[in-house]
């Protein structure tokens, strides 16, 4: 049973930044697309960031030039650096592995998420 445990959230100001880190339990971690997600009240959970198991990113337009997706497969973690901090980036952000190019469906159970909040 694979488990998602995500951390680095918190309360930072507009133009600031957070770095998020995603444990992922059990093997085989580094043949999977790892993705980030987030989720605000009211709304569907949204892929912001994935990276293959080769290495290659891809960005939902809303935070391209501001998130970074990064991996270590020998710690089994993923990272999400987020840069330049808007009030609309407030949300709970999970980890998984989605399965389809959309990011809907995803491998595993979602973990508890980590809280980022945005403001002055």
């Known amino acids: 049973q694979v488990q998602l445990v995500e951390s680095g959230g918190g309360l930072v100001q507009p133009g600031g930044?957070?770095?998020?880190?995603?444990?992922?339990?059990?093997?085989?971690?580094?043949?999977?697309?790892?993705g980030w997600y987030r989720q605000v009240p009211g709304k569907q959970r949204e892929l912001?960031?994935?990276?293959?198991?080769?290495?290659?990113?891809?960005?939902?337009?809303?935070?391209?030039?501001r998130f970074?997706?990064?991996?270590?497969n020998a710690k089994n973690t993923v990272?999400?650096?987020?840069?330049?901090?808007?009030?609309?980036?407030?949300?709970?952000y999970y980890c998984n592995a989605p399965?389809?190019?959309?990011?809907?469906l995803t491998l595993w159970y979602w973990g508890q998420g980590?809280?980022?909040t945005v403001s002055s």
């Open 79 to 92: 990272y999400l650096q987020m840069n330049s901090l808007k009030p609309e980036d407030t949300g709970v």
């Open 17 to 34: 930044s957070l770095r998020l880190s995603c444990a992922v339990s059990g093997t085989g971690f580094n043949r999977y697309t790892m």
């Open 68 to 72: 970074t997706i990064s991996r270590d």
């Open 48 to 65: 912001v960031a994935r990276i293959t198991a080769g290495g290659s990113t891809s960005y939902a337009d809303s935070v391209k030039g």
């Open 99 to 104: 399965k389809t190019p959309d990011g809907i």
């Open 114 to 116: 980590t809280q980022v």
